[in-house]
């Protein structure tokens, strides 16, 4: 059993930044890349931002890349998304997932533990 906890929730204004954090415990391999989706109604659950094992390297997606950043801490299991210059269209639920194994992936349905998600309101 794995469990995956995000914290951060926030209603923020535009142009202002929030970092969400995501805590994975329980039965985690050993080696794993970590992951942050969303999910927008009336949107497919969409790739944002994901980091390999030993955190050297990371993928983006292009409606984030050069305001998100994606971190960890192995020492901790948990992964970070500071989340800067932040729009009204990043307004969505945040989920943080684990993908077994070294690499990481921009494909969601290459992820195999999901946490519950934390919302994110971003007003204009």
């Known amino acids: 059993q794995v469990q995956l906890v995000e914290s951060g929730v926030g209603l923020v204004q535009a142009g202002v930044a929030l970092r969400l954090s995501c805590a994975a415990s329980?039965?985690?391999?050993?080696?794993?890349?970590m992951g942050w989706l969303r999910h927008s109604p009336g949107k497919d659950r969409e790739f944002v931002a994901a980091i390999n094992w030993l955190g050297g390297s990371t993928l983006y997606a292009d409606s984030v890349k050069g305001r998100f950043t994606i971190s960890r801490d192995n020492a901790k299991n948990t992964v970070y998304l500071q989340m800067n210059s932040l729009k009204p269209e990043d307004t969505a639920v945040y989920y943080c997932?684990?993908?077994?194994?070294?690499?990481?992936?921009?494909?969601?349905?290459?992820?195999?533990?999901w946490g519950q998600g934390t919302q994110v309101t971003v007003s204009s």
């Open positions: 997932a684990i993908r077994r194994g070294s690499r990481s992936s921009g494909l969601a349905t290459e992820y195999d533990y």
């Open positions: 329980g039965r985690t391999s050993s080696i794993h890349a």
